[in-house]
């Protein structure tokens, strides 16, 4: 069969199904999407997105114009589909680090019945190392004429259509040569891009995102702990990340010191690993993570701690502008964000708390409904005592402080990301404060 006529089934529509289905799509194959949400399915099938991703949506919408997207809450679909990619969420168990399963392993178990002879089950879910194999095991007794490979995603928020149809690399983990050779055909168009190729078994390929996220993690933790100590001997982590970054073996990428990262997978998936590892009987290999785990959520703390350092230990009869609720600019995700958990934390001390984001509010509002929301970013800054810049979309690092200025109460900013022009916010009048700089 030539590769563009075998059709795909993608299992879970969030994020990262939404954009595997409708990139696979625009390669030239026929995709269904399939999910148990039905608000979602129907919004999906009109070519709108339900959440925002910058350029996804005029690609949603050409991909299911085109007649070779669709979507559907109905499983049996899956019968019609060679290649099933599972791209459900894998969330943090309540009360624990481990990550859930239970969507993962009720995706394969809702398609198993449906699954044609040859059929290849691809996982795309960041799951706990050891879940394919089950996974398999199970496959071999409810739809043994399948397979099953593990091929990990790398998105980017903000940048997920580039990172799937130009990849830095495609990383599959198979039990055999004809799985491969089936996902080589999948990834033709975007092999043919000079694409590094990894083939790895089953266990690597699962450990291969969560080791790329744990560095991730590391390195960010790194330089805020850095941030820390600068700020104590009254030195300047911007330009000792800068010295640093020089070095080959270190880099200069995710050497911003700052409030920390958040979002719906780094948080979870380190804590998963950490929860795996001790399954595994490694807990010591991983017991560094928990050590960056608690910086990451200490720079949240040094920010609430740094306005009461400025405003007073009684935040109740001061307003606090908030600039940020999405966890990283060019996303409106607000997963375990630390813009909104500081927000929400000084509106928890008394501050009366205005928060603005470009395309963040309306799920911000949803999870912190008490929190006031500005229209724009003038209108969330007039009449506070104290700016927090707490996401760096390029629209706060462009805004006039010499406009805003004349709007506030008191002019003082705190730079959570060390994104803004220090040089002009001071020489506009204002008291400028950033982590691991030398405050004026």
């Known amino acids: 069969m030539s590769p563009m006529k075998q059709v795909l089934s993608v299992i879970g529509t969030g994020y990262l199904g939404a954009t595997h289905a409708a990139c696979m799509s625009s390669l030239g194959f026929t995709v269904i999407g399939i999910d148990t949400d ?12 339900p959440f925002y991703e910058p350029g996804l949506d005029e690609l949603l919408r050409t991909e ?6 669709t979507f559907t809450t109905d499983f049996s679909a899956a019968a019609k589909a060679d290649i099933h990619f599972i791209c459900v969420g894998t969330p943090q168990k309540a009360g624990s680090l481990a990550a859930d399963l239970t969507y993962v392993e009720g995706a394969v178990a809702a398609i198993a019945p449906h699954l044609k002879a040859g059929s290849l089950v691809v996982g795309k879910s960041t799951v706990p190392v050891g879940t394919a194999q089950k996974l398999l095991a199970q496959l071999s007794i409810t739809a043994p004429q399948a397979d099953l490979a593990w091929n990990p995603e790398f998105l980017r928020e903000g940048f997920a259509v580039e990172d799937t149809l130009r990849p830095n690399r495609l990383v599959v983990g198979v039990t055999n040569d004809r799985a491969e050779e089936i996902l080589k055909q999948v990834y033709a168009p975007i092999l043919e891009l000079k694409t590094p190729w990894i083939r790895a078994d089953l266990p690597t390929a699962e450990l291969v995102k969560v080791a790329a996220n744990s560095f991730l993690a590391t390195k960010i933790s790194f330089i805020n702990a850095m941030a820390e100590v600068c700020e104590a001997a009254g030195g300047d982590v911007t330009v000792l990340a800068q010295a ?16 920390g990262f958040g979002g719906g997978c780094l ?3 380190i804590r998963a690993f950490m929860a795996r590892a001790e399954e595994l009987g490694a807990k010591q290999a991983l017991e560094f993570l928990r050590e960056i785990d608690a910086i990451n959520l200490r720079a949240r703390q040094r920010v609430i701690d740094l306005v009461r350092g400025e405003l007073s230990d009684d935040l109740s009869l001061y307003s606090i502008a908030i600039l940020g ?22 509106s928890a001390a008394g501050a009366n708390v205005t928060v603005h984001d470009p395309k963040a509010m309306p799920n911000a509002k949803k999870r912190f409904p008490a929190l006031n929301f500005a ?20 629209e706060y690092r462009d805004l006039n402080p010499t406009e805003l200025f004349a709007t506030v109460k008191n002019a003082i900013v ?3 990301r060390n994104a803004l022009d220090r040089d002009k916010w ?14 004026a």
């Open 38 to 49: 039905p608000g979602k399915i129907e919004q999906l099938s009109k070519g709108e997105l």
């Open 64 to 69: 299911v114009a085109s007649g070779r997207l």
């Open 244 to 259: 640093i970054g020089y070095d080959p073996r270190i880099g200069n990428r995710f050497l911003q010191a700052g409030i």
């Open 267 to 269: 948080p979870k998936d």
């Open 325 to 346: 609720a999405a966890f990283k600019p060019d996303s409106d995700d607000v997963r375990d964000s630390p813009a909104l958990d500081i927000a929400a934390q000084l």
């Open 375 to 394: 229209p724009d970013a003038k209108n969330c800054v007039a009449g506070s005592d104290l700016v927090l810049h707490l996401t760096e979309w390029r």
């Open 414 to 416: 705190i730079d959570g």
């Open 426 to 439: 001071i020489a506009a009048g204002w008291k400028f404060h950033a982590l691991g700089r030398t405050n």
